[in-house]
């Protein structure tokens, strides 16, 4: 069973925090795109957190967990943080697989859709 | 002219501000899409700042300015900050037309973006 955790860094803003719920719902109504479960945790200011929410993916049947980290550069929070959750899980959940990918500043895709913006 | 304005958080991380800077380059080099002047500005934590890359764009004759969030939610820094900025210039440069777009994150194209990383 594979799963999505979209990770974003959470705001004190209510309104930025229920944009990531919304665009995780997006992403679920979208069909899935062959992922069974897809989720969103923060890093901080808000809830719910990433072992929270990887512990919630595994119990619900996950198998294999993409954790996507959704900034837009690679800070401290990128390089030195995510990392930790990672290898946290794995340590934790040894049957699960657990894959920390790139994080969306990182694709290519981001140029056309800047000059989409930009030319609107 | 015409002058494109990457706005972003900044980081005391450089690597993470200096692919900010790249991520700029890339933009210049796929051609401009139609932008004479295209720069990178940091609200935080690195220079340069927002008001500098403004000035220097009007000294270099931009008479239509975009700026661009590279924002992924709307948190205080989107709602609050930002269009501060875009006012203080209006006033400075009465003669200078400013567009203050939406933040990145708000792009559709996001979610296409986000499942291509996951399934890598």
């Known amino acids: 069973m594979k799963a999505l955790l979209l990770i974003a860094h959470g705001s004190r803003r209510q309104n930025s925090n229920d944009e990531i719920r919304q665009l995780t719902l997006n992403l679920k109504q979208s069909g899935g795109n062959g992922f069974d479960l897809i989720d969103c945790a923060f890093l901080e200011l808000t809830t719910p957190g990433i072992s929270e929410q ?13 954790l996507l980290p959704y900034f837009l550069a690679a800070g401290h929070h990128v390089v030195k943080d995510l990392p930790v959750f990672s290898e946290q899980a ?6 699960v697989s657990f894959i920390l990918t790139e994080h969306i500043g990182a694709n290519a895709g981001m140029l056309p859709l800047i000059m989409q913006l930009a030319q609107r």
Chains 1, 2 share one sequence.
């Open 54 to 66: 990887i512990d919630k993916l595994v119990d619900e049947g996950a198998t294999e967990v993409i």
């Open 90 to 95: 794995k340590v934790k959940y040894p049957e």
